[in-house]
């Protein structure tokens, strides 16, 4: 049975990925109203792959015997200003995730929770991509500038990406 600090950090940490899936469905629809399919579809990958984060987690505390108890999800931003702008955010909340799972990893070692800190081996490697994925486009949204001919061509580029099930689920 999983203790009762690990269980309240894990339905915590559930709820902020069901957040994260709302926000990234908030920016893929801001992007498809704009006519901007590729960013769109970029965002809603993220979406999936939020949701898939959180079923990780809820699989996880019930196979420890836990309870998961979800909450209501407070309301996301609908607007960005670019799509530079929505990239840089989202690099922003991953980062914020990232302090989270850091978190959760500590309360693990603290309780001594060394199955839970081995589930979130896995999230630690994924924010390290999220981060970097997010920085990447950043870059890449600088130097495209206003040229509105390489933007066109990065939204045709973002269009081409598939969703993949994460391997904690897909070995589920």
Do not use: C
């Amino acid at each position: 049975m999983i203790n009762r600090k690990i269980e309240d950090a894990l339905n915590a940490q559930i709820n902020a990925e069901f957040w994260s899936a709302y926000l990234y469905l908030s920016m893929a629809m801001k992007f498809e109203a704009e006519g901007r399919a590729g960013i769109a579809n970029w965002f809603r990958i993220q979406f999936k792959e939020e949701q898939a984060h959180a079923e990780i987690f809820i699989n996880y505390l019930v196979q420890r015997g836990g309870r998961v108890i979800l909450k209501a999800i407070d309301a996301v931003p609908t607007e960005w200003d670019s799509p530079l702008a929505a990239f840089e955010a989202t690099l922003a909340h991953e980062e914020k995730v990232t302090a989270m799972i850091n978190n959760l990893y500590a309360i693990a070692e603290a309780e001594h929770d060394y199955a839970t800190r081995g589930k979130l081996d896995w999230f630690v490697a994924e924010q390290v991509e999220e981060e970097e994925t997010a920085q990447g486009l950043i870059d890449r949204l600088k130097l495209i500038g206003e040229d509105g001919l390489a933007l066109y061509m990065l939204d045709q580029e973002l269009a081409q990406r598939v969703y993949n099930v994460p391997s904690p689920l897909a070995q589920a």
